[in-house]
């Protein structure tokens, strides 16, 4: 992706969603002398090839492997990745804006690395999206954003990896969503004032109960909610009751639950912490 080719270059005009809480001239980032580490984080995902919880940021992306507390910066480069999702082995998926030191439009639309996040390569609507929220299933990828050309929110889904897109119509904004792990036409989608089911991958949609916030769908098991508040509860599918189970103390930033009851959650001082038992109990892994 034509990666460190320029100086740092003037910083870049760009309006973007409320929830980035970017400056206008602040689309993209550069190196620092201070490495404050893992802060304003986006997203969270566990590559299968290590194990390793990566961690997508404002200022680039770091991994913090198994037994470890201290999060590493991966690669050089200090893009904005805002939305990401791990796709497979080392194969992730991400959004968002270029490293200022690269000659690159300040969305970068649909990218994917397959180095486990120290190199993106451009997979479609380079220069035209930018999605916050990005999540996949095999081919099918669905994507939240905006639109650079005209700067409002947008809803795709793609089937084919993400070379075509759809346009679709979410009851409102998308604060997160979860794909069903065996059917990928079936999502759990959390707006700022309810959560929304879809089994027809996202043509229509109808509320279901549960507190607005950040959800996830791990294979292999039901699903997981962290509200605002930081509390974390499960059901075992969408429109069922939800328990709560435990709380993380502290406002989520980023959530992401895998097979056997693991859960992660950043919170927005920039604290990652985990639960290993379904979200009972909660330690803090990394530190700022």
């Not at 080719?5 to 005009?13: F, G, I, N, P, R």
């Not at 080392?90 to 439009?105: A, C, Q, Y």
């Not at 700067?151 to 794909?179: C, H, T």
Request: charged share 20%; proline share 6%; hydrophobic share 40%.
């Amino acid at each position: 992706m034509n990666r460190l080719q320029t100086l740092v270059v003037a910083s870049v005009a760009v309006t973007t969603l409320a929830s980035c809480g970017e400056d206008a001239n602040d689309a993209g980032a550069g190196p620092t002398t201070n490495e404050l580490g893992p802060i304003h984080v986006h997203a969270l995902g566990v590559n299968p090839a290590d194990e390793a919880l990566y961690i997508a940021t404002h200022t680039g992306m770091f991994s913090l492997a198994e037994g470890e507390s201290e999060a590493s910066r991966v690669g050089d480069s200090y893009q904005d990745t805002m939305g990401f999702t791990v796709v497979g082995p080392d194969r992730f998926l991400g959004s968002g804006h270029p490293d200022l030191r690269e000659d690159l439009p300040p969305y970068l639309g649909l990218i994917e690395s397959s180095d486990a996040g120290r190199a993106w390569d451009p997979v479609s609507l380079l220069g035209e999206a930018d999605f916050h929220v990005l999540e996949a299933a095999g081919e099918r990828i669905y994507g939240f954003g905006s639109d650079f050309e005209t700067r409002r929110e947008q809803f795709l889904v793609s089937r084919d990896g993400g070379r075509r897109w759809q346009q679709l119509d979410p009851p409102e904004s998308l604060l997160s969503l979860a794909i069903n792990p065996a059917d990928p036409d079936e999502l759990l989608m959390s707006g700022r004032r309810a959560l929304y089911r879809s089994a027809d991958a996202g043509k229509s949609w109808e509320p279901v109960s549960g507190e607005p916030g950040l959800v996830a769908w791990p294979e292999g098991s039901g699903l997981y909610l962290a509200t605002e508040e930081g509390t974390v509860a499960a059901t075992a599918a969408p429109g069922g009751e939800w328990q709560q189970v435990g709380e993380i103390g502290g406002e989520p930033a980023a959530f992401e639950a895998v097979a056997g009851g693991v859960l992660y959650a950043a919170l927005h001082d920039g604290a990652i912490e985990q639960s290993t038992d379904g979200g009972r109990t909660w330690v803090v892994r990394s530190d700022p």
